[in-house]
């Protein structure tokens, strides 16, 4: 087992002592149906980059219906950084992330034994519930590679909307330092016009001994003025934002 604690840290990510969400309702998502086609990362971003960070920026909640207009815009957006996908390996990461001045921000939470608990926990994860924390939460497109995501987080006052989309989604046997078991895994990259950039994880395992772990692992840094400016209530958000996120799926287990 890479971690058998319930910890929390915000570090450098090279330190060796070592997220995408709308405001509506807590736990209501958004979902309409949508166009199939999946834009490549490689093709050219629908607007100019922003690089105060202030058009992210909602003074109020945004309404259902303008999250659902910004999913579909977002499509034609590209990952704001070049390490799309690094997180599958983690806590291993590429040289150029641990060199790059990203943060880790990870949890890691026992939500119970056995398949079923398992297979619910899978389950919350494939329906968006691990992102549904009441001060942040997500629209709902099918979840598959590709797809893209507008969400927002209400920080102090305003609320900031955010793109993120699916890289990858995998699930198959997993060697744990205890022994064989299985491991559901959700990758999600930032977008441009994000406020950071990086990469989030969400993984449930299911070890040896039939325990059931929801995992979760970021790895981040400013992308904006506004961002590097407030990087001390980014921190205390992402902690914030992990710590709610397990939280979400053990409840979704237990429901």
Not at 35 to 48: G, I, M, W
Not at 150 to 162: E, H, K, M, R
Not at 209 to 225: A, C, E, M, R
Not at 238 to 255: C, G
């Given at each position: 087992?890479?971690?058998?604690?319930?910890?929390?840290?915000?570090?450098?990510?090279?330190?060796?002592?070592?997220?995408?969400?709308?405001?509506?309702?807590?736990?209501?998502?958004?979902?309409?149906?949508?166009?199939?086609?999946?834009?490549?990362?490689?093709?050219?971003?629908?607007?100019?980059?922003?690089?105060?960070?202030?058009?992210?920026?909602?003074?109020?909640?945004?309404?259902?219906?303008?999250?659902?207009?910004?999913?579909?815009?977002?499509?034609?957006?590209?990952?704001?950084?070049?390490?799309?996908?690094?997180?599958?390996?983690?806590?291993?990461?590429?040289?150029?992330?641990?060199?790059?001045?990203?943060?880790?921000?990870?949890?890691?939470?026992?939500?119970?034994?056995?398949?079923?608990?398992?297979?619910?926990?899978?389950?919350?994860?494939?329906?968006?519930a691990h992102l549904q924390l009441g001060w942040n939460c997500t629209?709902?497109?099918?979840?598959?590679?590709?797809?893209?995501?507008?969400?927002?987080?209400?920080?102090?006052?305003?609320?900031?909307?955010?793109?993120?989309?699916?890289?990858?989604?995998?699930?198959?046997?997993?060697?744990?330092?205890?022994?064989?078991?299985?491991?559901?895994?959700?990758?999600?990259?930032?977008?441009?016009?994000?406020?950071?950039?990086?990469e989030e994880r969400f993984a449930v395992d299911m070890h040896a001994?039939?325990?059931?772990?929801?995992?979760?692992?970021?790895?981040?840094?400013?992308?904006?003025?506004l961002a590097l400016v407030s990087l001390p209530v980014v921190k205390?958000?992402?902690?914030?934002?992990?710590?709610?996120?397990?939280?979400?799926?053990?409840?979704?287990?237990?429901?």
């Open positions: 087992m890479r971690a058998t604690v319930n910890s929390v840290r915000s570090t450098p990510a090279g330190c060796r002592s070592s997220g995408t969400s709308c405001f509506c309702a807590p736990h209501k998502v958004l979902q309409r149906p949508r166009r199939a086609t999946v834009v490549s990362e490689a093709a050219s971003s629908s607007s100019a980059k922003d690089f105060t960070g202030l058009s992210s920026l909602r003074f109020a909640k945004p309404t259902s219906a303008e999250m659902l207009d910004l999913m579909d815009e977002w499509t034609s957006r590209d990952c704001n950084h070049g390490f799309a996908g690094a997180s599958v390996s983690a806590p291993e990461l590429p040289a150029g992330v641990q060199n790059g001045g990203f943060m880790i921000t990870k949890t890691r939470k026992k939500v119970g034994s056995g398949r079923d608990v398992y297979n619910a926990a899978v389950g919350a994860v494939q329906s968006w629209t709902n497109p099918a979840m598959k590679v590709g797809a893209t995501i507008c969400s927002a987080t209400q920080t102090v006052v305003p609320w900031s909307v955010l793109p993120a989309r699916v890289t990858y989604m995998n699930e198959g046997s997993e060697q744990f330092e205890d022994g064989p078991g299985q491991r559901f895994a959700l990758g999600m990259c930032s977008l441009s016009g994000h406020q950071l950039a990086g001994d039939g325990s059931v772990w929801y995992d979760v692992f970021l790895f981040s840094k400013p992308d904006t003025l205390i958000m992402q902690i914030r934002y992990v710590n709610d996120s397990a939280s979400a799926v053990a409840a979704a287990v237990k429901a």
